[in-house]
């Protein structure tokens, strides 16, 4: 019962964590066709508000994004002209999820067997190492240990590839980041 009502928490939480996310973009200010170097005449500004319904009311437009989320569609890549962000995504997703289940993994595999040493042996120097080191990897972020691991392992001992994702060993560097 406990776990049915959090997780009916869960949906009036997410509705407004979405409507102050697109509220705060919209208060920002530009937009997504502003160019610092090449500003759009009246006219191209005014279609490019229309074919992407920027010209509607706020609410119109929240309503809109609500609904492309619930059927998946997460509207077109301003990047890549080409690709839809739905498609962008089902594209990096298995690697992402690969990455995520390989860094889970890492963790369990080191932090299990920590946590049981630092609680075998409570109040000894093993505990004390155990914990700084656990306490380390909770808080210094895998964008500070990534760099650092790329500039030892990879720069200056050239043991690990720096990129790319051909073989296994090209997800060590990230999976132990994060």
Not at 96 to 109: E, I, K, N, P, R
């Amino acid at each position: 019962m406990y776990f049915l009502r959090r997780l009916a928490y869960m949906i009036p939480l997410l509705l407004v964590i979405s409507a102050v996310t697109f509220l705060l973009v919209h208060l920002a200010p530009g937009g997504p066709f502003d160019k610092e170097h090449a500003p759009a005449s009246p006219q191209i500004k005014h279609n490019l508000d229309a074919k992407y319904h920027l010209d509607e009311p706020l609410w119109k437009q929240y309503l809109r994004y609500m609904n492309g989320l619930l059927h998946g569609d997460f509207g077109a890549s301003m990047k890549y002209r080409d690709h839809s962000v739905t498609d962008i995504v089902h594209q990096a997703l298995p690697v992402s999820m690969l990455l995520g289940w390989l860094a889970f993994g890492f963790a369990m595999g080191i932090g299990l067997p920590v946590g049981f040493l630092t609680a075998v042996r409570r109040g000894r120097w093993q505990d004390h190492v155990g914990s700084f080191f656990a306490l380390l990897a909770v808080c210094i972020p895998g964008f500070v240990i990534a760099p650092l691991l790329i500039l030892v392992f990879t720069i200056k001992w050239k043991l690990l590839p720096v990129a790319l994702w051909e073989s296994p060993v090209h997800a060590v560097l990230p999976m132990i980041a994060l």
